[in-house]
């Protein structure tokens, strides 16, 4: 299945959703309020509009997730790459590395992913 598109502020929702979940929906109308300053008639057109498109279920005023923040961060970062770098991995972190520090615990922790993946490891 391919994990639907979640926008800029439907992410930041999400987010919520994520930390939260199951929640009523009546408590995400309070938090929405809190933490991004929404009315309550937006954040249940939000929660209808992401329910439409499966990302997210309304089931008896419970809210709860069908799409993982992992899902749709890596949905969004392969959309990237193949729009902004044509699909080139190497392009996109020459790209990355060449405008951000990073430090030896960073390029540690990313050489022990790809040693992990080259045995075959997922995580």
């Not at 008639?41 to 309304?58: A, D, G, P």
């Not at 699909?87 to 992913?113: C, N, Y």
């Amino acid at each position: 299945m391919n994990t639907p598109k979640v926008f800029e502020s439907e992410y930041r929702f999400c987010l919520i959703l994520w930390e939260h979940e199951p929640v009523k929906t009546t408590e995400l109308v309070t938090l929405c309020q809190e933490q991004l300053g929404w009315k309550p008639t937006t954040t249940y057109t939000v929660i209808k509009r992401l329910s439409e498109r499966s990302i997210l279920e309304n089931n008896n005023k419970i809210v709860t997730s069908l799409v993982s923040k992992d899902q749709v961060q890596a949905a969004e970062l392969n959309e990237m790459v193949e729009k902004t770098f044509e699909g080139s991995l190497p392009a996109f972190i020459a790209a990355f590395t060449k405008h951000q520090k990073i430090s030896d615990a960073e390029i540690d922790a990313v050489q022990q992913m790809i040693d992990r993946y080259r045995k075959g490891e997922s995580k």
